[in-house]
């Protein structure tokens, strides 16, 4: 199967946030909530998977990259966070244990949490990987008056990317975000402004990063036996010594019997 991708090309972008209402109406995601803890009420949120930011003249829409290898499905223990065949990273709120490793692990800061459910999840763009199996363009793509954001094969969207770069030098930087970054994602930017302000991942150079975050989780199983271990010994040694202390206290002052009774002492 072939990784399917979108490709937003942010000097078509008019900044109109379409794809952000077609977002919320396809997720059901209700009102944007303040926080006292964010900056904008209109930064990603469990309320918002996709968002435009603007760089000097140019709308870029935030939203998750559905990294090739991703982090976030390699720090997840439970396999909450699953990657599909056909590129969307998705996530099983049924399977998750709330550890958040997912939100530590990705690189471009992009998963929010539920944190004012009393049952909360894990909350980001899932590209409408159930559009997707329906044969259908994710809503925001749709959504686009000005085709800013398009959809298909990955491969076939590089070769577009480039095209439109080579073609007009002047209006583009010579890079596709998404291109090699961390691996390789299946959300693609191209833009005429420096895109690095979108998310630390953007300097975290070509490699994948599951290898990373795999070589600090694979100790997690271990060490998770090792502590349950030691407070075990560290419980039966308590109460081991507590059970001597119980014996030689007896035995220094021994309790001694109640006087039988009448009936007791009868013959």
Known sequence: MSTKAILTDTTLCSGCERCVEACKTENRLGKDQ???WKLRIDDLSATRFTTILRKDDEFVRQQCRHCLDPACVSACLVGAMQKTPDGPVIYDGDRCMGCRYCLMACPFEIPRYEWSEAVPHVR?????????????????????????????????????????????????????????????????????????????????????????TWAALSKVPPLALGVGGLMAGVFWITGRRMKLQAEAAERKNPVEAPP????????
């Not at 039988?260 to 013959?267: I, L, Q, T, Y």
């Open 34 to 36: 303040p926080r006292r």
């Open 124 to 212: 980001k763009c899932t590209m409408c990987h159930e559009r997707l199996a329906r044969g259908e363009v994710p809503a925001c793509v749709e959504a686009c008056p000005e085709k800013a954001t398009i959809f298909g094969d990955r491969d076939a969207l590089l070769a577009e990317a480039h095209r439109r770069i080579a073609a007009d030098p002047g209006r583009y930087l010579d890079r596709v975000l998404g291109e090699t970054d961390v691996g390789g994602t299946s959300v693609l930017l191209i833009a005429g402004v420096n895109l690095d302000f979108v998310g630390p991942g953007v300097g975290y150079g070509d490699g994948p990063l599951p290898e990373l």
């Open 260 to 267: 039988a009774s009448a009936d007791e002492r009868k013959p």
